[in-house]
């Protein structure tokens, strides 16, 4: 049958988007979450910077989460050494952006 194949391949792709959606609704994910993720990962290499993430050693990414938490994104400077190595600096704005998180949390 002409076509068979395609056919096929489009209802097994409706199929897998109907079951994911099925799946979001179901595991309750709030719809502004999705529609967040949806809009990230519509900047160029977004998703393959994630991937990348994942794909470290665990106390790689946690090392790497925990610097990029505790730095102000505008002040961080990345630079790669002819030697590979990724070196990765933030000013010393960091303690003073701790104390105002601090200060925010104790007036809640």
Request: no cysteine.
């Amino acid at each position: 049958m002409p076509g068979g194949d395609e056919a096929i391949r489009s209802n097994t792709g409706s199929a897998e988007i109907g079951e994911l959606i099925q799946n979001l609704i179901s595991s309750r994910v709030p719809a502004s979450r999705i529609l967040e993720l949806l809009y990230w990962s519509q900047e160029p290499g977004s998703l393959e910077m994630l991937r990348s993430f994942l794909a470290l050693p665990p106390e790689d990414g946690s090392r790497l989460l925990s610097f990029l938490g505790s730095a102000d994104p505008s002040s961080v400077s990345v630079r790669l050494t002819d030697t590979g190595e990724l070196v990765m600096a933030a000013e010393r704005r960091v303690a003073a952006r701790a104390g105002r998180k601090a200060k925010a949390r104790g007036r809640g």
